[in-house]
């Protein structure tokens, strides 16, 4: 029985994050004028990043506050496990929640990728509630915690977040 489990769990994981890779891009058209055939597109503007924050401060602030953020490092391709690798990510580790147990802290160069991602760890956590994660958003940061983690814990990293990122 827990084999069968096992097996839909990474079934349902496996069709997600199918679902979730990104296109290419698509080459930039120059002419000077827009033919009649085709719409003009506004260029994408790229966000600013909160002032002075950065992912080793906001991690800092969460200690700061009073909250776990133990052993943080830097994420390399393995820690984004099955996830769109997008943006720059920082693993920390929640001790209370028991061995290996965290979450993560990703910044990014626009809310496009940012959405996606928060996304991303949304519905896999409605497709199976094994992979549930609370997340939030706010400015060009996401935080995506261990879905274990109780709610009145998550407000806690939630409030800090809004403190520090404006």
Same mark, same amino acid.
């Given at each position: 029985?827990?084999?069968?489990?096992?097996?839909?769990?990474?079934?349902?994981?496996?069709?997600?994050?199918?679902?979730?890779?990104?296109?290419?891009?698509?080459?930039?058209?120059?002419?000077?004028?827009?033919?009649?055939?085709?719409?003009?597109?506004?260029?994408?503007?790229?966000?600013?990043?909160?002032?002075?924050?950065?992912?080793?401060?906001?991690?800092?602030?969460?200690?700061?506050?009073?909250?776990?953020?133990?052993?943080?490092?830097?994420?390399?391709?393995?820690?984004?496990?099955?996830?769109?690798?997008?943006?720059? $990510? *920082?693993?920390?580790?929640?001790?209370? /929640? %028991? @061995?290996? =147990?965290?979450?993560?802290?990703?910044?990014?160069?626009? &809310?496009?990728?940012?959405? $996606? *991602?928060?996304?991303?760890?949304?519905? /896999? %956590? @409605?497709? =199976?509630?094994?992979?549930?994660?609370?997340?939030?958003? &706010?400015?060009?940061?996401?935080?995506?915690?261990?879905?274990?983690?109780?709610?009145?814990?998550?407000?806690?990293?939630?409030?800090?977040?809004?403190?520090?990122?404006?």
């Amino acid at each position: 029985m827990k084999s069968f489990l096992l097996v839909s769990a990474i079934a349902a994981i496996s069709l997600i994050a199918t679902g979730c890779g990104s296109s290419p891009a698509q080459p930039a058209v120059q002419n000077s004028a827009p033919s009649p055939n085709t719409t003009a597109t506004a260029p994408v503007k790229k966000e600013e990043p909160a002032k002075n924050v950065t992912l080793e401060s906001l991690v800092q602030a969460f200690k700061n506050g009073g909250v776990e953020a133990e052993t943080p490092a830097k994420m390399e391709a393995k820690d984004y496990g099955a996830a769109p690798k997008l943006g720059n $990510g *920082m693993r920390i580790f929640v001790p209370s /929640l %028991g @061995k290996d =147990s965290g979450g993560r802290v990703l910044q990014f160069d626009n &809310k496009s990728d940012l959405e $996606g *991602m928060k996304k991303y760890y949304d519905d /896999l %956590g @409605k497709a =199976s509630a094994i992979a549930f994660s609370h997340t939030y958003a &706010k400015g060009l940061f996401l935080l995506q915690m261990n879905g274990t983690m109780k709610e009145d814990q998550f407000i806690k990293y939630k409030e800090i977040m809004d403190k520090v990122i404006k």
